[in-house]
């Protein structure tokens, strides 16, 4: 199983890298994360340079998409082109959106009638697109999930794992990452977070 973490120039590091890695815990099992570029090279929010290692149209083959986030996401939006990029297919894939990446999914029409989580920065360019912003970290219903906060992407990471390998293997992951002494805590958050912010569709 294969994992798309979509990110375009001037993307927040926490949100592309923190899902990456999470995910990647899981690489033994059978589902890898990767980095999937418009362009070959990419500069973050904070000058970071990163090479691609994989090319937009990898969205298309990919089991999960994520959309990561950026101080250029209303560029992108703005951008056709990178849009038609795009081609996503809730019905077969899991497609998940970072802070300001909610306002991808929203243009590309993934939001419609459904609520979304993210930052508060992005929270007003999000609801001009007629979507309601929730005061919750993570939201998901069905296929799609959102998240808000950088360091939300622990949830969004945690929810693709879960659905993909199942619980388990999301409180391994998360309980690697955890903190010294506060790892049943952390384990523990993070799946309230799920738990809390899933809507079970019939």
């Known amino acids: 199983m294969q994992v798309a973490v979509v990110t375009f120039d001037g993307f927040n590091e926490l949100d592309s890298f923190i899902a990456s890695a999470l995910i990647n815990r899981c690489r033994k099992d059978g589902l890898e994360a990767f980095i999937t570029t ?19 149209e990898f969205v298309t083959e990919a089991d999960v998409v994520l959309i990561g986030s950026g101080v250029k996401t209303r560029d992108v939006v703005a951008d056709d082109r990178l849009l038609a990029m795009l081609r996503l297919e809730p019905s077969r894939q899991l497609i998940g959106s970072q802070c300001s990446g909610a306002l991808v999914l929203a ?33 998901a219903e069905g296929n799609i999930a959102t998240a808000g906060g950088c360091l939300a992407s622990q949830y969004l990471a945690a929810w693709v794992i879960t659905r993909t ?15 010294v002494g506060e790892v049943h805590e952390t384990v523990g958050r993070v799946m309230g977070a799920l738990h809390a912010g899933e809507v079970a569709l019939s």
Request: hydrophobic content about 40%; charged content about 15%; overall charge negative.
């Open 165 to 179: 390998l199942g619980e388990d293997a999301a409180r391994s992951a998360i309980g690697y990452a955890a903190p």
């Open 107 to 139: 243009r590309l029409g993934l939001l419609a009638g459904m609520p979304a989580s993210t930052d508060m920065t992005s929270r007003p360019y999000v609801e001009a697109c007629d979507v309601t912003v929730l005061d919750t970290p993570f939201h």
């Open 38 to 56: 418009p362009v070959p090279v990419i500069t973050s929010m904070n000058g970071v340079e990163v090479t691609g290692q994989r090319p937009m």
